[in-house]
């Protein structure tokens, strides 16, 4: 038993630093995240610190492939083979506001946060970010693309063109609501998402 203890306690530090790091670029951005703070919070050495990340940028690609790709994974991977892809969708706009709506307000979406952040200064946070939302447009292409083919989707209109429309809505949505700090602007632009779904239906 300890030894598995031992084994495991690199792992439970490596993921205490991801989770307080994505904390501190979410708050802050990745330029001006701190790592003294991260430290602080995380509780780790500075020498475990670098003994899992090799600088300050190690540790943002890992939070950008480990913790903000998950967290934008969870508002489309229910989709893909959803036995009610608006229904289901809804339901998950519905979850996802309730649990993450206080944080889009303050600090908006971190995918987007990063993206007009780094992708034009950091070819290596680009190439990630890049393929985050290649992801999520190839994910929700194939679920409505699917709906379509079991026919609880009407045929005329194109499955990638409505991703890329989902998509903006919700990353546009959440950037407008950061800036006015408004949850109606928040719940006026789910609203208008959810009549476009609605009007898919077959």
Aim: aromatic content about 8%; some cysteine; proline content about 3%.
């Amino acid at each position: 038993m300890p030894a598995t203890t031992t084994k495991r306690q690199p792992e439970v530090t490596r993921q205490q630093l991801l989770e307080c790091a994505f904390d501190e670029i979410y708050r802050c951005g990745f330029r001006a995240a701190s790592l003294d703070a991260i430290l602080r919070d995380s509780g780790v050495t500075k020498g475990a610190l670098y003994h899992h990340f090799e600088n300050k940028t190690a540790l943002g690609y890992a939070v950008v492939d480990e913790v903000v790709r998950p967290w934008i994974e969870e508002s489309w991977r229910p989709l893909v083979g959803a036995g009610d892809i608006v229904a289901t969708a809804l339901a998950l706009s519905r979850n996802l506001l309730r649990e993450r709506g206080e944080q889009v307000l303050a600090y908006g979406c971190p995918l987007n946060n990063l993206i007009n952040e780094m992708a034009s200064v950091d070819e290596g946070f680009r190439v990630r970010l890049e393929s985050i939302l290649d992801d999520w447009r190839g994910g929700l292409t194939e679920a409505l693309r699917e709906a379509q083919k079991r026919g609880q989707l009407r045929r005329g209109f194109d499955p990638g063109a409505a991703a890329d429309f989902v998509i903006a809505c919700i990353e546009g949505g959440f950037g407008l609501a950061k800036l006015r700090r408004s949850p109606q602007v928040l719940q006026s632009v789910m609203r208008g998402l959810a009549e476009y779904l609605e009007q898919l239906r077959a």
